[in-house]
């Protein structure tokens, strides 16, 4: 079994909006959606702290309001800051939860899709670990791929779009490096592994490649 199918074996989205196959890290940081909030967008970012350093657990301990404010100088300006996303992948392809996706992350701030504001009410947020100024790892690809295709089976996904994509000027991530067509293909890919006519029958729309 590939890490893909391995993965999607393991990524299933239960009913409380957890998944499986993936470590959970409850983070504090969420509150309800609204009411009649549809889940229709998938917002991709990416994250590293400090910025352009891997490993470690800083940015599940930012998430979860304990990282240690004092070990690095860039981390002073992150004192009173209160954020979350659903999903982290990590370069080695690990995954985290740390909302359930019924519930609102705090991940996109000020931010606009296709004239509805607020994003985070109605999106899911998965960060990728990495920076604007480099590639990605292939393993991160195929989780980012089959998580897509878990959450789709889960929620009324219609579009996937990028962190830059929904608050532009604001911000750039997941940035140049992130490569939306090897995204769209491994998680076609995935689609058809999966097998599932309920989600064959509405495709997401990649709003970097339109
Ligand atoms: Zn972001």
Excluded at 36 to 57: R, T, Y
Aim: charged share 20%; with cysteine.
């Amino acid at each position: 079994m590939n890490p893909t199918e391995a993965a999607f074996s393991r990524f299933v989205v239960a009913a409380d909006g957890w998944c499986s196959g993936v470590s959970r890290m409850p983070s504090s940081n969420f509150d309800a959606r609204p009411a009649d909030a549809k889940i229709d967008l998938l917002v991709v970012h990416n994250i590293s702290l400090p910025p352009g350093q891997f490993g470690g657990q800083f940015i599940s301990d930012l998430f979860a309001n304990r990282l240690d404010y004092d070990a690095h100088p860039y981390f002073d300006q992150l004192r009173a800051l209160r954020v979350s996303a659903h999903f982290l992948i990590r370069r080695d392809g690990i995954a985290m939860q740390f909302v359930s996706a019924r519930d609102r992350a705090w991940h996109a701030g000020h931010s606009s899709f296709r004239g509805r504001d607020g994003c985070n009410d109605f999106s899911i947020g998965i960060e990728l670990e990495g920076s604007d100024f480099e590639p990605f790892s292939g393993i991160q690809y195929e989780m980012l791929a089959a998580l897509t295709v878990a959450l789709q089976a889960a929620y009324p996904l219609t579009d996937v779009a990028g962190h830059e994509h929904i608050a532009p000027g604001r911000k750039t991530d997941p940035g140049p490096f992130f490569d939306w067509g090897d995204y769209h293909l491994r998680y076609q890919q995935a689609l058809r592994r999966l097998q599932s006519s309920t989600i064959a029958a509405h495709s997401l729309h990649f709003h970097a490649l339109a």
